[in-house]
């Protein structure tokens, strides 16, 4: 009976395990190559134990070290980089770890013997609580992985020695008050840390955001005292224009008159501000790209339905839009002066989603990281922008997708809307 509960509590360890891999990372192979890799590792792993048992007779430091092996399919299955990956794979192993030392020692300071019962059900309620995870605690885990994906590999040994810690008290095997307590305590200081750690990056991130968004607002409302300016300017030298546009049809030369007009409403588009959308946030930041582009001979198309009141965090909606623009114009400027430059903007609310559609022109040529794109952005933040915009679709529980056809590179964002939101907003583009 007591090996049939062992048999149980480790195929719900490592289930869950592997749930909790697929929760925090994004496979990029086949379901078939993920099947055959973990079953590959498991059956490794089962003979590999029968093997060194008369080596290390200790089965948690067995356990330990064989256990470690189901990095490889993790390494193989997920498109992560390596940093991220060890940091998820010790941070769940860690953590499930905890899991079942606790119920463990529990079991020893009530029946002074291992019963499986206290463990068997520690473990079930660890696979009860996946659902939470996915809703409460990956969206801040994705944060911390977005930053790690790309530099950050002092983050990595965090979880490393958090394994390595709690590893001592299982091999250790000294089921005394006097161990418990100290076990408890260090792992409620890990996950406290785990909690500082996401926070920090979390409100560092908004605060990035914020400058941002405060940045071009602050340059959405000077261009637009300056169209004012303009305007009022225009207004007042109308006079002089008409005197102007009137003499030459009284000389009967129209087509003078003619071209005046014509540089005269080139000037008067030149000088107009126009409103794009009706969010107010979208619509400074959307305008900023538009002139951007402008500047640089990028022709720019729109079709936008973006309503004030979405359900969505201004500033998250800053980050997708304004990544997704800046590299549009980044890869469109560095496109030779002869070639078409182009930048077409959908957005449409339809099933409860905000869909965003962004295509743009670009010279041919780009960076493929892990199954994705990267930017071609030099510095520290190289690459950072996607990897907010991948982590900000599944905060919402969207997707994003990102291809190339014929020399257009195209992406597709779709946020799901809070329930009240959508139903009042249906709205789709033909």
Known sequence: MQESIVLVSRGIFLITNILLLYIFLTPRRPLWFQVTAFSVTWITIYFLRGILQ???????????????????????????????????????????QFTFLIFLFLEQLLFNHYVGGLVLAGLLLEAASL???????????????????????VFTCFPLL????????????????????????????????????????????????AEKQLALQHEHYRNLNDSINAMKI????????????????????????????????????????????????????????LKA???????????????????????????????????????????????????????????????????????????HQDDGFVSSKHGNNHGMGLASVKALTSKYHGYCSMYCEQQVFKVAVSLKLPETVAESRSFSIP
Do not use: W
């Not at 200790?58 to 193989?76: R, T």
């Not at 996915?134 to 950050?152: C, L, T, W």
């Not at 007009?261 to 619509?283: E, F, M, R, T, W």
């Open 162 to 209: 958090s394994f390595v810690l709690l590893a001592f008290y299982g091999v250790q095997r000294t089921y005394l008050l006097s161990n418990f307590i100290p076990l408890v305590v260090n792992t409620l200081l890990i996950l406290f840390t785990y909690y500082l750690v996401a926070t920090a990056i979390y409100q560092t991130m908004r605060n990035q955001q």
């Open 293 to 367: 582009a402008q500047e640089q001979g990028i022709i720019v198309n729109t079709n936008l339905h973006l309503p004030g009141n979405l359900g969505i965090d201004d500033q998250d909606l800053c980050v997708i839009l304004g990544n997704c623009l800046e590299n549009a114009v980044e890869a469109c400027s560095k496109m030779p002066p002869d070639q078409l430059r182009f930048i077409d903007i959908k957005t449409t609310i339809a099933k409860n989603h905000l869909v965003i559609k962004i295509a743009n022109s670009f010279c041919g040529s780009v960076i």
């Open 234 to 289: 225009m207004r007042h030298d109308l006079r002089h224009h008409l005197v102007t546009c009137l003499e030459f049809l009284v000389k009967k030369d129209s087509a003078a008159a003619e071209i005046y007009l014509g540089q005269l409403c080139n000037h008067y588009d030149d000088i107009s501000l126009p409103k794009v959308c009706s969010n107010q946030i979208a619509d400074a930041l959307i305008s900023y790209y």
């Open 54 to 96: 008369t080596i290390i007779p200790d089965p948690f430091l067995l356990g330990y070290m064989v256990g470690s092996l189901y990095m490889v399919p993790c390494a193989l299955i997920f498109k992560e980089t390596m940093n991220a990956k060890l940091f998820v794979f010790f941070m769940i192993f860690s953590l499930s």
């Open 131 to 153: 659902p939470l995870i996915k809703k409460y605690v990956s969206p801040y885990a994705g944060n911390m992985i977005a930053i790690i994906d790309q530099r950050n590999f």
